[in-house]
Nanobody, 122 residues
Framework: QVLLLESGGGLVQAGGSLRLSCAAS????????MGWFRQAPGKEREFLAV????????NYADSVKGRFTISRDNAKNQLYLQMNSLKPEETAVYFC???????????????WGQGTQVTVSS
């Protein structure tokens, strides 16, 4: 069982930056791939990034590649998403998730946080 709790969302101007955090509990955190997703109103959930358990591998959606960075600190049971050059169309609820690598990249996960709202103003 993995419990996830996101924080760090808020209001930011276009072109600005935010850093999201996800606190995780569960004995398998350090071995589990983790990912970030987002869902805007009226749109499907979108995969953003995934990181392997020991941070040896990362993968990003094309839409955020070069602007977003996923990282983790297993000693603190924390997952992060650094978001730069944010755009108004990226306003959404952002979720962290845990599961297998392939499932996360395909857009799903075994465990989900409750989400944190990110609003990018123009």
């Amino acid at each position: 069982q993995v419990l996830l709790l996101e924080s760090g969302g808020g209001l930011v101007q276009a072109g600005g930056s935010l850093r999201l955090s996800c606190a995780a509990s569960g004995r398998t955190f350090s071995t589990s791939p983790m990912g970030w997703f987002r869902q805007a109103p009226g749109k499907e959930r979108e995969f953003l990034a995934v990181i392997s358990g020991l941070s040896l591998s990362r993968n990003y959606a094309d839409s955020v590649k070069g602007r977003f960075t996923i990282s983790r600190d297993n000693a603190k049971n924390q997952l992060y998403l650094q978001m730069n050059s944010l755009k108004p169309e990226e306003t959404a609820v952002y979720f962290c998730a845990a599961g297998s690598w392939g499932v996360i990249v395909a857009g799903d996960a075994s465990y989900w946080g409750q989400g944190t709202q990110v609003t990018v103003s123009s």
